[in-house]
């Protein structure tokens, strides 16, 4: 079993940046990709970025740019760094980690990310 703590959401302006972390406790080991997604009001669950236990890093077209995902293996955190954020970027944001691609793995709780025009 794996727990996934997501923090850093919150509410900011068009442009401005925010920072999630999603920090991993449990059986990790099996973990090779670790993500984050993100669902808005009346839209289906889309992939923000995943990466890799080796770094490599995968990112939405609507992201590509401006946001950052980081890993720290020894911390079992992953981050989210997104600037230049836009009103669409405006959803709850879920942390991911599985093993495989093709499994639906675990899920963080989620965390509110608001930005205002």
């Known amino acids: 079993q794996v727990h996934l703590m997501e923090s850093g959401g919150g509410l900011v302006q068009t442009g401005g940046s925010l920072r999630l972390s999603c920090a991993a406790s449990?059986?990790?080991?099996?973990?090779?990709?670790m993500g984050w997604y993100r669902q808005a009001p009346g839209k289906q669950r889309e992939l923000v970025a995943r990466?890799?236990?080796?770094?490599?890093?995968h990112y939405a077209d609507s992201v590509k740019g401006r946001f950052t995902i980081s890993r720290d293996n020894a911390e079992n955190t992953v981050y989210l760094q997104m600037d230049s954020l836009k009103p669409e970027d405006t959803a709850v944001y879920y942390c991911?980690?599985?093993?495989?691609?093709?499994?639906?793995?675990?899920w963080g709780q989620g965390t509110q990310v608001t930005v205002s025009s």
């Open positions: 991911n980690a599985k093993r495989s691609l093709l499994l639906n793995g675990y």
């Open positions: 449990g059986t990790i080991g099996s973990i090779n990709y």
């Open positions: 990466i890799t236990s080796s770094n490599s890093a």
